[in-house]
Structures are given as C-alpha cells and as structure tokens.
C-alpha cells in the first residue's frame, strides 16, 4: 500500500466522474423517452405501423409496444449499477490521492477486471439502444414521401390532426442516450488502460529505495 502515483489517480477521478455525468444522460434520456409518445413505453423497440400511407391524421399511426421493457430496463439498470460504481470508486480514489496509505492493492488490481466489466455491460448497452434506435428510425420514416431523416418524421408527425403533442423530442433524447452510452464505454475502457498503467507506475514507485 502507499504507490499512490498522484497525477493518474487524479485522472481516474476525473474519468470517474465522466461515467457518472454521461451515466447520468442516459438513463435521463431513455426514461423520459419511455413516457413522451403514448403506448409506447420502450420506445426503441416500439412497432410503428402506418394505417394510411402517408398518414394524415394522428389516427392513422398505431404505436405496439413490446411484449416487456426488459431492453429499456436492462440500459436503466445497468446505468443505475454503473454510476453508483463510479461514484464509490471515485470516492476511494479521492481519499487515496490524499491518505495513501488507504491505497490497497488488491484494490487496484480487482480495479482493472471490474472496469473491464463495466465496459462489456455499456457495449451491451450501446449495442442495445443503437439497434432499437435504428430499427425505430426506419419504422417511422417508412410513410411515402419521407426524406428518411428521423427528425423530419417526428416533425411530420408531430404536424398531424389530434396529435398529443405540439412537438416531440424522442429524437435528440434517444440520440444523445445512444451516444452517450459509447462514450461511456469508452471512458470505462480508457479507465482499464489506466488502471494497468497506475498499477505499474505505483509498483516502480514502491521499488525505488528510499534515501537515508
């Protein structure tokens, strides 16, 4: 114990903090998204079906939710599990920079299997939301006359007699989600190289004789 090297750990402090906040965006955007169009809970993996092609009233859309939202509840989840994760370890790592003897090493070597952890459940995640979204996008967009641009539909449908809404936002709210998720599992990556990396530096730390 006590090979702090104190710039990387600041730096994981700082990558902590960024799971947290992009962490943070996602479960935000997927859980609003799950609320914004009626009858449809788990928006990715909603059926959209055009009753009259292109439609011309708000009517004419028929919105299927999935049989479950386990795929939306499995991305809130892990964000959930995720972001708790960093924040403790953040915490740890804070009051390692300033008590290092609290610096344990079998910490930092579960470190590096667990962040390595984290990143297979934000691909999941990422892979998850990207193929609903993209699914979705194409459903929505499949009325005749759409430029295939997903914000132009949601404009267009939002457009329509007897919508619900003056204006949607499922969108930018399950881009950003989508996004947002790959970022974090390349923070979480980024955090596995650095793990190793401090781990090394510390041990070169700790071997260096001490001057009488």
Not at 105 to 123: E, G, T, W
């Amino acid at each position: 114990m006590g090979g702090v090297v104190k710039p990387l750990a600041g730096m994981e402090v700082l990558l902590l903090l960024a799971v947290v906040g992009v962490g943070l965006a996602v479960f935000l955007t997927v859980l609003q998204s799950m609320t914004e169009v009626p009858n449809a809970a788990c928006l990715p993996y909603t059926e959209v079906t055009f009753q009259r092609d292109p439609p011309v009233a708000w009517g004419n859309i028929t919105f299927k939710p999935p049989g479950d939202n386990a795929k939306c509840d499995f991305c809130l989840a892990t964000q959930v599990i995720s972001l708790c994760f960093a924040l403790v370890c953040a915490l740890y790592r804070g009051v390692t920079i300033c008590v290092e003897k609290l610096d344990l090493k079998l910490v930092r070597i579960l470190s590096i299997p667990l962040y390595l952890l984290s990143a297979a459940f934000a691909l999941i995640e990422s892979a998850v939301l990207q193929v609903g979204f993209n699914n979705f996008c194409s459903q929505l967009t499949s009325y005749a006359g759409s430029d295939k641009k997903c914000e132009t539909a949601e404009k267009f449908i939002a457009g329509l007699p007897d919508c619900p809404e003056s204006e949607f936002y499922f969108v930018g709210k399950l881009s950003i989600a989508t996004r947002a998720s790959w970022i974090s599992m390349g923070f979480w990556l980024l955090l596995t190289i650095l793990t190793i990396v401090s781990f090394v530096a510390s041990r070169k730390k700790q071997s260096v004789p001490v001057k009488s």
